[in-house]
Structures are given as C-alpha cells and as structure tokens.
C-alpha cells in the first residue's frame, strides 16, 4: 500500500522544532488509536502500540503481538513493522539509533491520551539522555484538515450511519426494549462494516443525560433521543442522533426541541472558514439561555480517525474553522427543571467555505406511537 505525505508533514514539523523525532502512543479505544492509524494504516485493536517517526527517515512500528504485526504489514504502509513482547524495551532501542548524534529531545504524541505512566517511567530509565515533548498538537494540528479520500471516508461512514438509523423508524415503538431497538439497529450498522459502535439514547424525565441502552422499554409520552456513533470501514468516525416523540408532544416540549433545532441549524451556518471555534460555542449558549434551557454536554468536537478529534466546540477554544476540517456537531439542551433533555448529532465538513450536513435523514421532530 503506497503511503501517503502525511508522515512527511509531521516530520516538517518536527524538525521546525529542532526535535530528534517522535514516538507516537496509542491504545486500542476508540479515542487513542487514531493517531496510529493516521501515520501507519494499522488499525490498532488492541493494547498499546508505539510508532517511532524520525525527523528523516523511516519510521518504525512496535506492537505487542506478532498478530498485530502480520495485520499492520499486510494492510498498512509501514515497512519495519516489530513485535515484541516487552514494546517499551524496543522502543528504547530504536531511540536510541535517533539520538546517537547528540541529539536528545524527542516529541511524544499521545501524552496524556494512552501513555501509561509506567511506560513513561521505565522509558526515561532506559534513555536517561533524551528528554520528552508533548507534541500532540503537531499531529492533531495536521489531522483536522481531511484530504479527499478522508472525507470520502467519512461520507462513507454517514451512509451507513443512515441505513442504521432507518431502523429507529422502523422499530421504535411504545413498549420497545431499548435493547431490542439497539440490536436491531446495529445488526444494520455491523453488515455494513462499522466494526465498532457507541450507541446512547435518552427518554426519561429525570434522566436528562444520554446514556448506553438498558433493559427497559420506551413508553407512550416520551420524548426519544437515540445516538448513533460509528467509524467506516476504514475508521473514521461519524455521529448522527435525531428526535422522536412517542404520542403526540405538548407545547412545552416541542418548544425545547425547536430550540434544540434552531441551536443546531445556527451552529452549522456558522462553521464556515475563518469563525472561532469557541465562538460557536458562546453563539449556542446564548439561543439557549434566552430561551430559557441550559447547554448540558459540550456541543461538539473535531471528527476523524479519533472520537472526539481536535478541536473541541467549548467556549473558549480559539482555533479558526478551515476548509477540509470536519465536526460532530451535537447540541444538548436541558429545560429549566433539569428534568429533560433533548439531543440531535450531524457529521459536517466545511468545504468550499461552507458546512456540509453528511446525512440525508432530515432534521425534524418524528411523531411515533
């Protein structure tokens, strides 16, 4: 598999900084084993793995087990592809050749997202010359901007995402399980690839927070919020989540989701090149505080190879939005009594200085029985 520019990005970066290379870390979750993947091609499933990017050269992969690496060399681009039972030990040798010349200071990515400190430790033990950076936001920086097969990755990804939540339309129902509804939706999502799933859901007045489906039924007068998150086949993640009503709503609560909808609609318009992110942020709390309800969870992130990506959508945050970047955006409103919450998600990606919805299911509350 020919690899693409993106290693040679990184270590453009890199040498910026005067740095040897880096050792990127990484993790089997959903939230730690993107960085690998960017930089290698290996999807890493389980246990830590370890890519050592040098400022010029090669890099190397050091994995756990010799399954990993028949997989990391068959389906990824990286040549000099170790397994070793003891990882940390090989990493330390493979620095060791990087910092022969004098050179001492070697960036970390995933300080902090995976990096067990025991590893941290007993690497500093074996390589008491070379100090450690965190250079995360090297790689992060670089990972918000999707190329066109990235982004074709994620249309992919939202596709599937639609299929599945097809099934919400078909199955939820008064006296449903939310297992049952959960199984039922994800036997969709499986058979079209998505090799790893979050589902979440929220129906009960009290219970204003998503949560993973339970063995209990939705029931006739609720108001259902069920969230899909998947990667595509080839890992890049997308969010979708829509609102339904079991019975016809009253007034209240078709007021709270119409607020949910006019945050969610303001927020897209507004991602365009050139807004602060943290800006949308404070546009959201506003719309909801005059409405009278309260933001609950953040209202979104940066979406790729890694759940959540950079940037976060929090007040605040002061990276600009640019063409290429892609966002779950995911408002989450909670009325004045802190006794219900509504929730809908959409995949973006700003092109053409504009934000583009992935999903073709439409935004709009849907009156079930």
């Known amino acids: 598999m020919k690899a693409p520019d993106r290693t040679q990005r990184f270590q453009e970066r890199l040498r910026e900084r005067g740095l040897a290379g880096a050792l990127v870390v990484g993790l089997g979750d959903h ?3 993107g960085h690998i993947r960017y930089l290698t ?9 370890f890519c050592i990017v040098p400022a010029t050269g090669d890099p190397t992969l050091v994995l756990h087990t010799v399954s990993q690496r028949f997989w990391a060399l068959r389906n990824g681009w990286i040549s000099d592809v170790r397994a070793a039972g003891q990882p940390v030990e090989e990493v330390a040798r493979v620095v060791s050749s990087l910092v022969g010349q004098g050179q001492t200071r070697l960036g970390v990515v995933g300080m902090g997202q995976g990096f067990y400190a025991e590893d941290y430790v007993r690497l500093s033990e074996l390589l008491t010359d070379v100090s450690f950076e965190d250079v995360t ?6 990972e918000t901007v999707k190329d066109l097969s990235e982004q074709e990755s994620l249309r992919h990804g939202a596709a599937i995402a639609d299929e599945g939540y097809r099934r919400v339309w078909e199955v939820l129902r008064s006296g449903v399980s939310e297992w049952t509804l959960n199984g039922a939706v994800n036997h969709e999502l499986f058979a079209r690839g998505a090799f790893d799933t979050i589902p979440l859901t929220l129906h009960r007045r009290g219970e204003p927070y998503l949560a993973v489906p339970q063995d209990r039924s939705y029931d006739r007068g609720e108001l259902v919020s069920y969230s899909v998150e998947i990667p595509s086949p080839d890992g890049y993640w997308v969010e979708l989540a829509r609102m339904f009503s079991l019975g016809p709503p009253d007034d209240p609560v078709r007021r709270q989701v119409d607020c949910l909808h006019a945050v ?3 927020l897209i318009d507004h991602l365009r090149p050139g807004t602060r992110v943290g800006d949308l942020a404070e546009l959201a709390d506003k719309i909801a ?3 009278g309800y309260s933001v609950g969870i953040w ?7 890694n759940l959540p990506d950079w940037p976060p959508i929090v007040p605040g945050e002061n990276t600009e939005v640019r063409d290429g970047m892609a966002f779950a955006v995911h ?3 909670i009325d004045e009594a802190g006794e219900i919450g509504v929730y809908v998600a959409d995949t973006i990606i700003v092109e053409s200085g504009r934000a ?7 935004l709009e509350l849907v009156v079930l029985e």
């Not at 936001?137 to 670089?142: N, T, Y």
């Not at 209202?299 to 190879?305: A, K």
Request: a negative charge; aromatic letters at 2%.
């Open 31 to 33: 939230g730690c084993r």
């Open 41 to 49: 091609g290996h999807n890493l499933w389980d246990r830590p793995g």
């Open 137 to 142: 936001p090297l790689l992060e920086e670089l």
């Open 264 to 266: 969610h609609l303001e």
């Open 289 to 291: 505080r005059d409405a």
């Open 299 to 305: 209202l979104g992130h940066g979406i790729g190879l």
């Open 331 to 333: 408002p989450h409103l």
């Open 356 to 362: 583009v919805t992935l999903s073709e299911l439409p």
